[in-house]
């Protein structure tokens, strides 16, 4: 609970925009996966930097936990309060504050979504291409260093964030970075604060890189005989220098589910979702060299469309597949897993998933993007049934050894949050202590989203 002096402190500066409501604090506790609710004990709408550093004071005198929180899209508990205390939401922090097209840079406050961003950028010829599915706000995509569908091409959060404005746990403002291409001035915070899950502060403010929107855009669709012959004609295609934007996997489950829902009339095995960006002539030599690539590794089917509609039609299919795969079951929810493994391995560890799940008494269907070597599988559960979410915990577990084994990680781009937390000793081993060291310099009193990511004290 926040002791009265707390709440009266908090709502003295923000009247209204502090909320104790029951339904308010149950929407902030939830996960879009299976992890219990934990709610916050208030919920804080603040407006500015200010107000949040403000905030983040209030809490710090009286050792409150501080949660940041953008659209709740995470899949990992990362914004719920296993502690309670205050759940800082970012919507009316939500403006686009400055568009550089010169040196293709934006500034922007956290609770700005990607679809948000773009609309705003359309007549500027650029567009940020960080597509992670959701429609998800930029400060919580830079706090879980977040990709997606076009990170083969362009990268991930990692690569587009080049400042930061950042609350820390004591409401010190600082900022990293600069707008210039590189800098060799010390440590690089930037990336320290990309990816740490607001557990060392509260984004209020990012700079990020754009890029020129392509001249063309053609979407493919091919399926193949095999999950192997899907990857190795990806790893071919790769090393002969082709660069398509997207290349996305569903196996056979997956698309059986898409035709069903979605009309898809897919053949009834494995394929690939691919998107080609560039001039006119690049993107046509791209597709029809892909296409000749995959009819030499059992490809068939193989279509490309560069009409918008077809395009939309695609994407909006597997970006609403996570949902579409839950409908196949009413009420269920699922435990999905990350991994992400050197791309000459991802056959293998897709294999082995599909053998585990196979032989268990659950479903998981699996797809992801494979350009980078980051599948998932989608096991779904009674949320009711401890025994079913044990039994894909372990499935999950499982799959996360194999990739460790294979060179890879726990998680590609969901984070860590609560869901993955136990793993990360077995990845990490001594840095994951140097990690909690850090936590422990800049937060000493942990009060910065605790219980997620670092080893608790």
């Not at 046509?284 to 030499?296: N, P, R, V």
């Not at 695609?314 to 699922?334: E, V």
């Not at 992400?340 to 032989?359: E, F, H, M, N």
Request: one cysteine or more.
């Amino acid at each position: 609970m926040i002791p009265q002096d707390a709440l009266s402190e908090l709502q003295a500066m923000l009247g209204e925009r502090l909320s104790t409501g029951k339904s308010d604090l149950s929407l902030h506790g939830r996960s879009e996966t299976f992890h219990s609710e934990m709610p916050p004990d208030a919920v804080a709408y603040p407006m500015t930097t200010a107000e949040v550093a403000a905030i983040v004071q209030i809490c710090a005198r009286h050792g409150l936990p501080v949660i940041g929180w953008g659209t709740g899209t995470a899949l990992e508990g990362h914004a719920s309060a296993p502690r309670g205390g205050v759940t800082v939401d970012f919507r009316h922090m939500d403006a686009v504050l400055e568009i550089v097209p010169d040196d293709m840079l934006v500034r922007v406050q956290p609770g700005c979504t990607r679809e948000a961003l773009n609309t705003e950028l359309r007549a500027t010829g650029l567009m940020f291409p960080v597509d992670p599915g959701a429609n998800a706000s930029l400060g919580g995509m830079a706090a879980t260093r977040a990709s997606g569908t076009t990170a083969v091409r362009y990268g991930t959060m990692r690569d587009q964030v080049r400042g930061l404005e950042v609350v820390l746990a004591d409401g010190r403002v600082i900022h990293t970075g600069t707008r210039a291409r590189k800098s060799s001035a010390g440590y690089d915070l930037t990336a320290l604060f990309v990816g740490s899950e607001g557990t060392l502060g509260l984004i209020t403010e990012l700079t990020l890189k754009l890029w020129g929107q392509p001249e063309a855009t053609a979407a493919a669709v091919c399926g193949f005989a095999t999950t192997e012959g899907a990857i190795d004609a990806v790893i071919l295609a790769m090393q002969m220098g082709l660069t398509p934007a997207r290349i996305e996997y569903v196996d056979v489950a997956t698309t059986r589910i898409l035709n069903a829902a979605d009309g898809a009339d897919l053949p009834e095995t494995p394929h690939l979702l691919l998107e080609f960006h560039g001039s006119d002539a690049a993107v046509a030599a791209e597709a029809e060299h892909f296409g000749q690539i995959a009819a030499d590794h059992g490809g068939s089917a193989y279509r490309w469309a560069t009409k918008p509609e077809d395009r939309s039609k695609l994407w909006s299919m597997r970006h609403r597949a996570y949902h579409t795969i839950l409908a196949t079951r009413p009420g269920a929810t699922a435990v999905v897993t990350d991994v992400c493994v050197p791309i000459s391995k991802l056959g293998q560890a897709i294999a082995r998933a599909a053998a585990d799940i196979d032989a268990s008494s659950l479903d998981g269907p699996i797809l992801g993007h494979v350009g980078d070597g980051n599948y998932h599988a989608i096991l779904l559960v009674d949320r009711n049934a401890p025994t079913e979410i044990a039994e894909a915990k372990r499935l999950s577990d499982a799959m996360v050894a194999h990739a460790l084994d294979l060179g890879g990680t726990a998680t590609g781009e969901h984070g860590v949050g609560l869901g993955k937390l136990h793993l990360m000793e077995a990845e990490h081993g001594a840095a994951w202590d140097v990690m909690g060291a850090i936590k422990r310099s800049l937060d000493p009193d942990g009060t910065m989203n605790p219980g997620k990511l670092v080893r608790q004290n």
